[in-house]
């Protein structure tokens, strides 16, 4: 049985975000991110499903200075709805509450009933631990904003439904996995995710990525970050419309090495269908 490592507990958008994509899976909640790469690894887990951004809060911490380090391959990609409700202990109401717990990002994403609340907020680890939290005090002036799963399976009624500032909120996942199981080039819609170092010479960015503009492919991410304490060359992850062996991703891949100490490639994908629109 496979077996999907995510950052969050039972009822998290990232545990909803596995169940979708595996169905089947054992599944093993982690701590942090760190953990999730960590379990995929060392073999207590087969593949990670890690948020790498959201539509409305953007790049999701750390995730992108932990992806190249990690060792794992990226083997898909999927885009999840972001739902939030309100949800309090049974006979609670909208009126009961004083404080609102959740993720640092769901406060974030849903601003507009906070502001009509005027309630105090606190920060959880995790969405579904916030629901978890307000189970285990049993007060109804606190309430938490989660995922309508977490209601259910943490016995609280839901005060206020979908209460996501902007209706098309999405979350991009990212699939990891210790083999490097690259899609095959079969002129479906694919994604090539690399990660570079640039030389250190004068407008060496300018000059790696120019080939990708002259090639005419399309870096749909570009990602920088430094490593230490800033004295080395700035570390890019990108994200890139096409598969390494169709001709133009080719073409500007080699210009890219030429310009870069270092090009490792993370992943060749298929592109999730949210992509297109459908």
């Known amino acids: 049985m496979t077996t999907a490592a995510y950052q969050g507990e039972p009822g998290s958008n990232s545990a909803t975000a596995a169940r979708?994509?595996?169905p089947e899976a054992r599944e093993l909640p982690c701590t942090s991110f760190e953990q999730a790469l960590d379990a995929v690894t060392l073999g207590a887990a087969d593949i990670a499903v890690i948020p790498v951004d959201n539509s409305a809060a953007g790049r999701v911490a750390d995730v992108h200075h932990l992806l190249p380090e990690s060792g794992l391959f990226i083997?898909?990609?999927?885009?999840?709805?972001?739902r939030f409700d309100l949800m309090g202990v049974p006979g609670a109401t909208a009126d009961h509450v004083e404080c609102v717990r959740s993720h640092v990002h769901a406060l974030g994403q849903c601003r507009k009933i906070l502001r009509e609340g005027d309630w105090r907020t606190l920060?959880?680890?995790d969405t579904a631990g916030a629901a978890r939290e307000v189970a285990e005090l049993g007060d109804p002036r606190?309430?938490?904003l989660a995922?309508?799963?977490a209601a259910e399976l943490y016995g609280l009624e839901v005060l206020r439904a979908e209460v996501e500032d902007d209706p098309d909120n999405t979350t991009r996942f990212v699939v990891l996995s210790r083999d490097a199981s690259f899609a095959p080039h079969t002129g479906e819609p694919t994604m090539t995710s690399l990660f570079f170092c640039v030389r250190n010479i004068p407008s060496a960015l300018y000059k790696a990525l120019g080939g990708f503009a002259s090639s005419g492919v399309n870096l749909t991410k570009i990602e920088s970050y430094q490593m230490g304490a800033g004295l080395s060359p700035s570390r890019f992850y990108v994200e890139v419309e096409g598969h390494p062996d169709d001709e133009r991703v080719a073409l500007a891949l080699h210009e890219l090495r030429f310009f870069s100490s270092e090009v490792r490639v993370l992943g060749v994908y298929p592109a999730h269908p949210h992509r297109?629109?459908?």
């Open 20 to 22: 979708a994509l595996f």
């Open 75 to 82: 083997v898909a990609e999927y885009f999840l709805a972001i």
């Open 123 to 125: 920060v959880s680890d």
């Open 142 to 144: 606190h309430a938490a």
């Open 147 to 149: 995922p309508p799963a």
């Open 276 to 278: 297109g629109g459908s």
